[in-house]
């Protein structure tokens, strides 16, 4: 029942995220804490859960070049919050959006328009998105 332990840190990894610099160390702090056991300190794939996991956990460093080269936010937050997954996912990874993801911010999208999110959901990508490798 490690799956409900990680939840449950998450809920109580503190720290309001503001978007910048903040949101990205305390995402990393996020990251170590609930993410890093599967997806591996660098974010690589290579945590020290990986070999036990059906399906190998993915490389978070390669997202935006997997992408053509932009970072996929939405898909990454949808990804973690579990609220949008595709159909071959694999059910290891926890969906986080059953903890407690913070408070409610707005974010600008490209086209002008504002989404609401989980404040704690954008530190992680904000995170995700510093750790990219150049294509
Ligand atoms: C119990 C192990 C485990 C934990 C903990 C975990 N993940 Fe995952 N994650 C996986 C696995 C396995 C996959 C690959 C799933 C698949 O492709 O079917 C994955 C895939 C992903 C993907 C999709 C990557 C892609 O290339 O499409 C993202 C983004 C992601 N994880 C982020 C996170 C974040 C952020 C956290 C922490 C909040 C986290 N994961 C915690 C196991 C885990």
């Given at each position: ?35 890093a056991?599967c997806h591996g300190d660098d974010a690589k794939g290579d945590g020290?859960?990986a ?5 190998a956990p993915a490389n978070l460093t390669t997202l ?67 750790i990219?490798q150049?294509?």
């Open positions: 029942m490690r799956v409900f332990g990680m939840v449950a840190v998450l809920a109580l990894a503190g720290c309001v995220p503001q978007q910048g610099q903040d949101s990205v160390a305390s995402g990393r702090a996020m990251f170590m804490e609930n993410c056991a020290p859960l070999a036990s996991l059906a399906k935006a070049a997997r992408h053509g080269g932009t970072f996929p936010r939405d898909y990454v937050m949808s990804t973690i919050d579990g609220y949008r997954r595709g159909q071959h996912f694999s059910a290891a990874m926890p969906q986080f959006g059953e903890g407690d993801l913070g408070p409610i911010v707005m974010v600008g999208n490209a086209n002008g328009t504002t989404t609401p999110t989980p404040a704690k959901l954008l530190a992680l990508a904000d995170y995700l998105q510093s990219q150049k294509p």
